[in-house]
């Protein structure tokens, strides 16, 4: 029974989302001017640097690393914050509380059904276009299963951190705020706008232990066989603390949620 | 318009709506702090990014660390005004599909004047200050003389790059006159403004071209910062700028304008 009614939701977020296919195809085509610029910025820097590799990284594979990184972003990509704080203004969310299902698990199942539709619609082709251009610079073998595993360890642990912050809305109405705060410190700390391996030494240890890495570095690595993923061990480690994050803010979230679901305050409610 | 007035009553009246508008931002005072704090956090990125990428890479195309942040802190101080004043752009769409948008055409003043005055965009601010921070380190940093001319050249390269971004978001937010769920192009034109802060020497001539003339986003700082990084040899584009970017904003009213014909004859 309990399965039926996640596939019901998971169905229903994939219908609503091709829904907006125009929204997918322009968000492709914008995708695509970005990365024109991404890939003359980089060129160039390569360019200036002298050597082909910097910090273990080649060109190819700051590419690869960085297209992927936006695909995965915007396949990743939830509005929970902005989603949360309508439905608080405008007093649907009582609606939400009132249903027969935790809230955190109904926005979760709706939103793997949008996951899913992206996941296909928009990562598939930028992977396979990837492949071809590159030609053969991504290994393919194991560890497209490996980074399968890693992206639904992913998505949990950005889920996590969206439903913290979004919580954050209980309390006050700044969603642009909240939200922008949030994506700034995602998209540095995680890899997505410059790869993690250019950081100094120093920094990226500190960086290595937050739960924005478990985003889009550590399925990147996995998918290209660096950092370790190719071992077992190297893996295990790569995966536990993906884990270990999904436990730690799911945790951290549903108690943070029952605390602060008392103070809703909707106007007229 | 019946009645040809004077910047004086602009004015006045820009002040008075201005006044109105900061009143009713007050009532949400956290969340003025909030997206003050968001607004730094999100320059912040782009600063460490910069960081991290010349600790890897001493110049990028020839152009060195300081050289850079001078084309940043230029291309933010050039951002500020599409921010602060023309933020009102962005809810357009939502007044034109609600029928809201008519009451504007009643009033006795330009449109495009009293649309844009009601929203003064108070983030910017931060956006402003840490632009002029930026670049006034930079400009110490490189050593340009400060002279009245080349303060006079700043302050006046800086009001007409500011133009070209305002012209991209006109005739994007323009478009919801004349198609369903434009959300989307003033998102992507918005992205473009982060093209702004890198050389565009760095494409190659199609999309140098493109960002040139079609979306004018090298204007935003490229061409201009040329005049104080190499002043031995500034290209035509660059003392052309403020007039180009005079006719880039002009023909983005006009667009926007005739938006609003099309809105009254519909009269909806």
């Given amino acids: 029974m309990t399965i039926r009614k996640y596939i019901a939701l998971v169905r229903a977020g994939i219908m609503e989302s091709l829904h907006f296919r125009l929204g997918t195809a322009v968000t492709l085509f914008a995708n695509l001017i970005y990365l024109v610029l991404v ?59 009132l249903k027969p299902m935790k809230y955190r698990s109904y926005t979760f199942w709706k939103y793997s059904g949008s996951h899913v539709s992206q996941f296909i619609l928009a990562f598939v082709p930028t992977f396979i276009v990837v492949m071809i251009v590159t030609k053969g610079a991504i290994p393919i073998g194991l560890n497209l299963v490996k980074f399968m595993v890693s992206v639904v360890l992913a998505q949990i642990v950005n889920f996590g951190i969206e439903m913290l912050v979004a919580t954050l809305c209980l309390y006050t109405e700044s969603t642009w705020g909240i939200n922008i705060v949030k994506e700034t410190i995602v998209l540095v700390l995680s890899g997505a706008s410059i790869p993690l391996a250019f950081f100094p030494e120093s920094i990226r240890n500190i960086i290595s232990w937050m739960p924005f890495r478990a985003i889009y570095d550590i399925p990147l690595q996995v998918l290209l066989n660096k950092g370790g993923s190719d071992t077992l061990a190297g893996l ?20 943070f949620w029952k605390i602060s679901v008392r103070k809703i305050t909707v106007n007229g409610g | 318009m019946s009645k040809k007035r004077g910047l004086k009553f602009y004015l006045s009246i820009y002040r008075k709506i201005l006044i109105q508008d900061l009143k009713s931002k007050m009532s949400y005072r956290a969340d003025f702090v909030i997206s003050t704090i968001g607004m730094i956090m999100t320059n912040l990125a782009g600063f460490i990014t910069f960081i991290v990428l010349f600790h890897n890479f001493p ?26 004043f023309f933020d009102n752009n962005w809810n357009l769409r939502t007044h034109v599909y609600s029928g809201d948008f008519i009451k504007y055409c009643f009033r006795p003043v ?64 323009a478009t919801c006159f004349w198609i369903q769920g434009s959300g989307y192009v003033m998102v992507i034109m918005f992205r473009f403004k982060d093209f702004a802060r890198y050389p ?69």
């Fill in chain 1, 39 to 97: 890939y003359f910025l980089w060129k160039a820097v390569y360019a200036s640097s002298g050597t082909d590799v910097v910090n273990g990284m080649t060109f190819t594979d700051t590419m690869i690393y960085l297209i992927l990184a936006t695909a995965l972003f915007n396949f990743l990509e939830m509005f929970v914050v902005w989603d949360m704080s309508r439905s608080i203004q405008s007093g649907a969310i009582i609606l939400d509380l």
């Fill in chain 1, 236 to 255: 295990a480690k790569l995966w536990g603390m993906q884990l270990g994050w999904c436990v730690i803010l799911t945790v951290a979230g549903v108690i």
């Fill in chain 2, 59 to 84: 110049t990028i195309n020839g152009w060195d660390l300081n050289h850079m942040l001078f084309l940043y802190g230029f291309s933010l101080l050039a951002l500020t005004p599409v921010q602060c």
């Fill in chain 2, 110 to 173: 330009n449109i495009f004047f009293y649309f844009m005055s009601e929203v003064f965009d108070v983030k910017g601010l931060g956006q402003l200050a840490f632009g002029l921070g930026t670049l006034i380190y930079a400009w110490a940093k490189i050593g340009i003389p400060v002279t009245f001319l080349t303060v006079g050249q700043a302050l006046v390269f800086t009001f007409t790059a500011s133009l070209f971004m305002i012209a991209i978001m006109n005739v994007a937010a």
């Fill in chain 2, 200 to 268: 565009a020497s760095i494409f190659n001539s199609v999309f140098k071209a493109i960002f040139t003339f079609i979306i004018p986003i090298a204007f935003v700082a490229y061409y201009p910062s040329l005049v104080f990084l190499q002043p031995d040899n500034v290209p035509v584009l660059t003392w052309l700028s403020p007039l180009i970017g005079l006719v880039f904003f002009f023909l983005s009213y006009a667009f926007w304008m005739l938006g609003v014909r099309k809105y009254d004859f519909t009269g909806s």
